[in-house]
């Protein structure tokens, strides 16, 4: 009979305080619990990849290499877990495959054991290159696929996504619920399919924002789901995961009990708790993201992509016309191939939209995001673009139809060049090549520390950039 043994991943260290605090707890905050998290018994902590990387540069300055590192020493016995977006990495646009393979390369000499590759359109062609160079640095590579919904996406999809998944040399698979859609029914129907489909684990990644996680992660569980990942009490619900004490109480003394030390949950609870009212005190955790957001199901948009709908329409004067962007939404998704609304492409289909209603006049004005998705620089979708859409944009320009990274020079040695001023470590480089104006403001001020020199007093506006 196989092992129904539940396993838990602890999310408390990047994706509970990225959703609920916008990734802002410092390292200093997480250092003095690390060696009680350690003898939990976890599978594994995600603590950096994600926002993390961006936060630590741009608001906390820190360096997340030296974070990385410190985990790695805090917490020597348990599995390190990172996320990356495949070709984009952690930033903002696709990189050639040498920054990609030495990004890589980096993150395990430095720490990560278990590293989570997801592409936004579910194209496969994206994590090529990241996970080989994973494999070829000996880590354990877990492939995500983003869940959505949508006539395209059927069991017969996923467990074909899941299949290919598998043959990428994934060894795991994570169901990646961004935004809380996936329903209670809907798991218990597709975890035995995944099952019946690959050999490898499956893990499922949720949100409470919708209200329905820890109901789905129950369906989930007893339909065989090997890996769960939940944050912490004071820091899970809301945007958030499910609880990790709720999950192992629920399971405890069952077939599917993870063996977690309660009482040392219970202690890494009480540390984090005053951290998380400090957030809420000084505002960093707004109390709407602690609520259940039921426009999350009923629109099937996720909470942030509404957030930002809101936020456009407001600056528009145009906040009446709400119900009829979330209208246009989908008719926008399907013309675009119905990608899964996660970034960047929920914020590509929700700006087209809003232009779209603002205009009166379907695709009067195309964002160049918009463009660039019917060009094909983001990859393929489940489904063609609409022609005529495809044609406005793209005129007599012949779209792309290869993985997009085939059209980049390799830029390693360049960027090299660029930041060799600064340099005083190799990751360096993958810093500034991710963020070249933050990592370089962040690298001023780093060598002013090191001349003891207060680094608020530079200046980093009014001087040139290597870029």
């Known amino acids: 009979m196989a092992d129904k043994k539940l396993r838990i991943m602890e999310t408390v260290l990047r994706d509970a305080h990225q959703s609920l605090a916008a990734t802002r707890m410092r390292t200093e905050d997480m250092l003095p619990i690390l060696e009680k998290m350690d003898k939990v018994g976890y599978h594994s902590v995600e603590c950096w990849g994600g926002a993390t990387f961006d936060a630590c540069l741009r608001f906390l ?22 996320l990356l977006r495949g070709q984009n990495l952690l930033g903002y646009r696709h990189y050639a495959d040498d920054v990609v393979e030495y990004f890589v390369q980096r993150s395990i000499a430095n720490g ?8 936004a359109l579910n194209d496969l062609r994206n994590l090529e290159t990241s996970v080989r160079a994973a494999k070829k640095e000996g880590g354990d590579v877990q492939i995500a696929f983003s869940y ?10 996923w467990t074909q996504l899941a ?8 060894d795991s698979i994570c169901i990646k619920d961004m935004s809380g859609i996936l329903m209670p029914q809907a798991a218990a129907e597709l975890i035995p399919a995944l099952k019946s489909a690959v050999k490898i684990p499956i893990q ?31 820091w899970a619900m809301g945007t958030s995961q499910p609880a990790t004490e709720v999950i192992c109480k629920v399971y405890e003394g069952t077939e599917f009990d993870p063996g977690l030390d309660q009482d ?19 505002g960093q955790i707004d109390p709407k993201v602690m609520g259940v957001d039921i426009k999350t199901l009923r629109y099937q948009v996720p909470g942030g992509m509404l957030s930002n709908l809101v936020s456009q329409l407001k600056d528009q004067n145009a906040s009446d016309k709400f119900y009829e962007v979330l209208r246009e939404v989908p008719k926008v998704r399907m013309d675009l191939g119905q990608p899964p609304l996660v970034t960047p492409s929920s914020q590509i289909v929700g700006t087209q939209a809003v232009l779209n209603v603002l205009m ?17 620089e983001y990859g393929r979708t489940m489904k063609p673009f609409d022609p005529e859409v495809q044609k406005k944009a793209l005129g007599d320009e012949k779209p792309i139809t290869v993985r997009p990274a085939d059209l980049l020079e390799p830029e390693l040695d360049k960027l090299r060049e660029e930041i060799k001023a600064y340099t005083i470590q190799e990751e ?9 104006k933050v990592a370089t403001d962040f690298f001023k001020k780093r060598d002013a520390e090191r001349n003891g020199l207060d680094p608020s007093l530079i200046d980093t506006k009014n001087k040139a950039y290597p870029v």
Not at 163 to 170: C, F, N, R, T, V
Not at 428 to 436: C, K, N, Q, T
Request: hydrophobic share 40%; glycine share 6%.
């Open 112 to 119: 990560i054991d278990i590293i989570r590759i997801f592409d």
């Open 264 to 282: 040392l949950l219970a202690e890494i609870a009480d540390y984090f708790r005053p951290i998380q009212e400090r957030f809420v005190k000084s």
């Open 61 to 82: 300055n820190e360096d997340p290499w030296d974070r990385l590192r410190k985990l790695r020493k805090g917490m020597p016995n348990t599995k390190l877990q990172m």
């Open 148 to 157: 959505t919904l949508g006539d395209g996406y059927t069991l017969d999809y």
């Open 204 to 234: 499922l990644h949720s949100h409470c924002t919708s209200g329905v996680a820890m109901m789905t992660y129950m369906k989930a569980i007893e339909a065989g789901c090997d890996i769960v990942d939940t944050a912490i009490s004071p």
């Open 163 to 170: 299949k290919d998944i598998e043959s990428l040399g994934a």
């Open 428 to 436: 360096d480089v993958l810093s500034y090549a991710l963020f070249p």
């Open 360 to 376: 009166g006049e379907r695709y009067k004005v195309m964002s160049e995001e918009t463009k660039a998705i019917l060009r094909g």
